[in-house]
């Protein structure tokens, strides 16, 4: 501030007097006078709150007017509705005695686009503490984790029985799809990264086709081949390929997007240090891309774990738990949840709705491991890397160093000292 | 001078010149290497062309068989010989519709939110519940509408056809309109309620690719609307909706791909009729990923070929959506920048 009021006067000091020194003036400090309001820099302004809650308030007593006295209607939800509509009508009625036209256009679409948000995000925070509340009952019971269906009928209480096959189901037959699809789907992710030409963009084009593959088609393909035509069981094995199909590209196409975001200047440099192909993927295309990649492979396996109707056609279901994958149905936590359901029996649909809250933390817990690691660019270390890379780098020095002095034991100066 | 003279000489004695090779040698580790990564990439071609050719292979035996009644027949009873997608393709149609018209404002608004309104932290937190959003299994929304949902929607259902109800697809057969004893049972597992429930569901996927749209739409731009004195809104209109258009069509798409094929929500949801039922408030309907779901298990080995058959028209469906859906998406002016 005193800078800018200074310079004018240094310049005119110049002109006028162009034998004296030029000297600077400075305004005279007068102090404030008076009380100063201390100015507001929010955009938020009284008028605008009572505006906004004005109309909430209007609109609420309105339709609540309109409910009870005028017309016969009932419903919470058509209340909230209502009073939603007529508020932003009422709002943009309130702001348009202060303001012009393309003001009350801006806040109407405020108010409406923050709605639609709070909307979506009050619809899953429903759905999510829904089911855990209709779950509860039965999670709460250490049976539910130690014992399966067998010898538990429909009626039986939730102290007894619980969703062991199912999450054994699950484990075993999420594991196997992912056995098959993280190699192959990295693979064949580094093989459209790193051999470009005509027939890598053949096979992108029809692994983007197959994400379209609905997932029931993908378990009915599994069913005729394997199961009709090559005599496999409903096992864990056929819900496993089917879940893999599914999955594979998926995983394809999220590897794929990683590897490009990897640097080009980094995997450039490497082959200009003579590196073969192999090498420069091995150590700095993937290691770069790696927490992309993991990320990927997490949200694939969230998907598989989620998967219900590939599993329904391949797997069978039963109430025993069956840890061998080859041979007799196996049951899967959303396969559980699903059957349970349709029974309509109380304490089954507590069951059904138990496993999927325990389907819902196992996504859950996945997804936040899945953020975490993925959190981060493409080539943005850890600080446990960073200090792993600067040890590793320390030593390469210390290597230089004794080199140095058993190549040239009488030279006293270093190279590497002299730059820095 | 001198070092030109020098050199001149050489060129022309030399005759014609061996044209050199300039394909590199990879050595013995890189071809291996590259031949591995390219049987990987073999690999995945030959499953998913398996997949792609076996429904193909499977399906024309049943569309041969039925003709091209298998495209008006509404009825599905493959071993009498009578069946058809008329029905069930209408339905998947719908229930695709009543989604997109549910998502589309939804997955809008909660983009526009995320990229124009919400402040640095909630921005993240908003993004993650988002991509939640698109990882919660879909038993779960099933498991959800048909214990809780249906029953209460089922009176808005009754409102719009009691008010609407003389646009033909809002009415409702069987009930008198605004009579208040009418059985609600009429307006339970129709394709309004599975289309908002899919709606939900697809809701993440589109505003996914709404939102990195946005998000990218030039700065400069951005702040010579402001500076021309647009208000916020102002600005989303000239520079943020029409940058993202293409985004906003692509992504919209891309989630009517989704709704067309998601299966077990919808399973859970309806009750099948196999006729062509434009009344989207009615209870009963169909969708082709829910007739393969609850019919697979008694189906002869033709009866698996007709299921195939209607999986084929299915997923023809989605891949021509989504294709067009990837195309318009990436034709879009993403990734433009203009010059500050």
């Known amino acids: 501030m005193t800078t800018v009021d200074t310079s004018p006067a240094t310049t005119s000091t110049t002109t006028s007097t162009a034998a004296a020194p030029p000297r600077t003036t400075l305004p005279p400090r007068t102090p404030p006078s008076g009380q100063q309001a201390r100015r507001q820099l929010g955009t938020l302004r009284t008028t605008d709150l009572l505006a906004f809650f004005g109309a909430l308030a209007a609109s609420a007593t309105m339709t609540g007017l309109l409910w009870t006295q005028i017309a016969p209607f009932t419903g919470l939800v058509g209340y909230v509705v209502t009073t939603w509509c007529l508020g932003v009508v009422l709002y943009a009625v309130l702001t348009s005695f202060d303001e012009n036209r393309p003001t009350v256009w801006a806040r109407v679409a405020a108010v409406i686009v923050h709605s639609l948000a709070a909307l979506v995000v009050a619809v899953l925070a429903f759905i999510v503490v829904y089911t855990f509340i209709k779950g509860w009952k039965a999670v709460v019971h250490s049976n539910f984790y130690t014992q399966d269906m067998r010898s538990t009928g429909p009626r039986d209480p939730l102290t007894d029985g619980g969703a062991r096959h199912a999450i054994v189901g699950t484990l075993i037959e999420v594991g196997i799809a992912l056995a098959i699809t993280v190699p192959l789907g990295l693979v064949t992710a580094v093989f459209l990264h790193e051999i470009p030409g005509r027939f890598s963009r053949f096979v992108r084009t029809v692994v983007d086709a197959m994400t379209a593959l609905p997932d029931v088609i993908a378990g009915l393909f599994i069913y005729a081949t394997l199961i009709l035509i090559l005599g496999v069981e409903q096992s864990g094995l056929a819900a496993a390929t089917a879940l893999a199909v599914t999955v594979l590209p998926i995983i394809i196409r999220a590897s794929d997007v990683v590897l490009r975001l990897v640097p080009g200047g980094l995997t450039e440099a490497s082959y200009a240090l003579g590196s073969p192909q192999w090498r420069t993927v091995r150590r700095v295309t993937l290691p770069t891309a790696r927490a992309g990649l993991a990320t990927a492979v997490i949200l694939g396996a969230a998907r598989a774990i989620g998967e219900t109707s590939p599993v329904l056609l391949t797997a069978g279901a039963t109430d025993h738990t069956n840890t061998d994958p080859v041979h007799g149905p196996m049951m899967s936590l959303p396969l559980m949840a699903y059957s349970k359901i349709e029974t309509g029996q109380p304490n089954e649909m507590a069951r059904g709705f138990g496993a999927a809250a325990v389907l819902l933390v196992v996504v859950l817990v996945l997804f936040v491991i899945g953020r975490i690691i993925g959190g981060r660019g493409a080539g943005q270390l850890t600080s446990r890397q960073l200090r792993r890379r600067t040890a590793a780098s320390q030593r390469d020095r210390r290597r230089y160093d004794e080199r140095h002095i058993a190549a040239a034991p009488g030279n006293g100066t270093h190279p590497a000292d002299t730059g820095g | ?340």
């Not at chain 2, 030039?218 to 010579?224: T, V």
């Not at chain 2, 891309?254 to 009615?282: D, Y």
Request: proline share 5%; hydrophobic share 50%.
């Open chain 2, 1 to 340: 001078m001198i070092d030109t003279q020098e050199f001149e000489p050489i060129a022309p004695d030399q005759g014609p010149q061996v044209r050199r090779s300039l394909k590199a040698n990879p050595g013995p580790a890189d071809r291996f290497f590259r031949g591995a990564v390219r049987g990987g990439g073999v690999a995945v071609l030959a499953i998913m062309l398996l997949v792609g050719s076996f429904l193909a292979y499977r399906g024309w035996q049943a569309l041969h068989k039925a003709g091209l009644s298998f495209f008006t027949t509404q009825d599905w009873n493959p071993d009498a010989g009578r069946f058809g997608i008329a029905a069930v393709i209408v339905g998947t149609v719908l229930i695709a519709v009543v989604a997109i018209v549910v998502a589309m404002p939804l997955a809008l608004g909660m983009a526009l939110y995320i990229s124009e309104y919400a402040p640095g932290r909630i921005k993240s937190w908003m993004t993650s519940t988002v991509d939640l959003m698109a990882a919660v299994p879909s038993v779960v929304y099933g498991l959800w509408a048909v214990t809780l949902f249906e029953w209460k929607a089922d009176s808005l259902s009754k409102w719009i056809s009691d008010w609407f109800g003389w646009i033909p697809i809002f009415k409702v057969d069987g009930v008198k309109r605004h009579d208040p004893l009418a059985s609600m049972t009429r307006y339970t597992s129709s394709t309004f309620i599975a289309g908002i429930v899919v709606g939900i569901m697809v809701t993440p996927i589109a505003c996914a690719i709404m939102r990195q749209a946005f998000s990218q739409a030039p700065a400069g731009e951005r702040e010579g609307a402001y500076a021309l004195g647009a208000t916020r809104w102002g600005m989303i209109r000239s520079v943020v909706l029409p940058f993202g258009q293409g985004a906003i069509i692509g992504g919209t798409m891309l989630g009517l791909g989704r709704a067309l094929g998601e299966t077990i929500a919808v399973v859970m949801i309806i009750s099948p009729v196999f006729q062509i039922r434009l009344h989207v408030l009615q209870n009963g309907t169909s969708s082709v990923s829910s007739l393969i779901a609850l019919r697979y298990g008694e189906a002869s080995p033709f009866g698996i070929s007709a299921l195939m058959a209607a999986g084929l028209v299915l997923f023809a469906f989605t891949l021509g959506v989504n294709f067009v859906a990837a195309s318009i998406v990436a034709r879009s002016r993403s990734g433009a920048v203009s010059e500050v």
